[in-house]
């Protein structure tokens, strides 16, 4: 690439435009793998997803990459808005692994029955050395004990905890448990 080109893709990627720099990314500063477009490829059925933030595989759309965006093909995060993200529905699929207050979270052992359990894990910054939001979402069936558990387990960890009942299956619940190591801003920051 040309000075030209690399000087415009940094001020593009530093005005939070990523689409227009993705050449900017021939190698993922996470992993040194090779760095392509989304777009360019097609999800693989017969393995599990390897980026649900790309390929959702929800019941209401095809196996293709929902958003795009570059994306590296050795560790599979996807760069968005200035950021490495991957989604996955296991803990153990992530090149940084998962800290411990998303990886330890309290699952019920019949969650499988109740839909997807998804991790989410999003590496700040476009060389991924910023920290990291993590986040786990799933539904259950919601005892007083268990939401006593999440919440204590949240509170420990300094998570965000949301929990929703589902408005017509009494007991069902949608829990998104958010660990963001960033400071919270307030309203009068």
């Not at 390929?55 to 995060?77: H, M, N, Q």
């Not at 699929?93 to 990886?103: C, E, I």
């Not at 029955?113 to 999003?122: A, E, F, N, V």
Request: glycine share 8%; with cysteine.
């Amino acid at each position: 690439m040309d000075r030209r080109g690399f000087v415009l893709d940094a001020l593009l990627l530093g005005a939070g435009l990523p689409f227009f720099a993705r050449a900017a990314f021939s190698k993922c500063p996470l992993c040194a793998g090779a760095v392509v477009s989304a777009s360019d490829l097609a999800d693989d059925l017969s393995r599990p997803s390897r980026n649900l933030d790309l390929w959702s595989r929800a019941a209401d759309c095809l196996a293709t990459a929902d958003e795009g965006g570059p994306v590296c093909t050795r560790c599979w995060y996807v760069f968005r808005s200035g950021n490495w993200s991957r989604s996955s529905e296991r803990a153990d699929d992530f090149h940084v692994p998962l800290g411990a207050a998303v990886a330890t979270f309290p699952v019920p052992e019949r969650h499988r029955s109740d839909g997807r359990l998804i991790y989410r894990q999003i590496l700040l910054g476009a060389d991924g050395k910023g920290g990291a939001v993590e986040e786990i979402a799933f539904w259950a069936r919601g005892s007083v004990r268990y939401r006593a558990a999440i919440r204590r387990h949240a509170e420990v960890h300094g998570m965000r905890l949301e929990i929703e009942a589902h408005p017509r299956e009494p007991g069902q619940i949608h829990i998104v448990a958010e660990f963001d190591p960033r400071p919270q801003r307030t309203s009068a920051d």
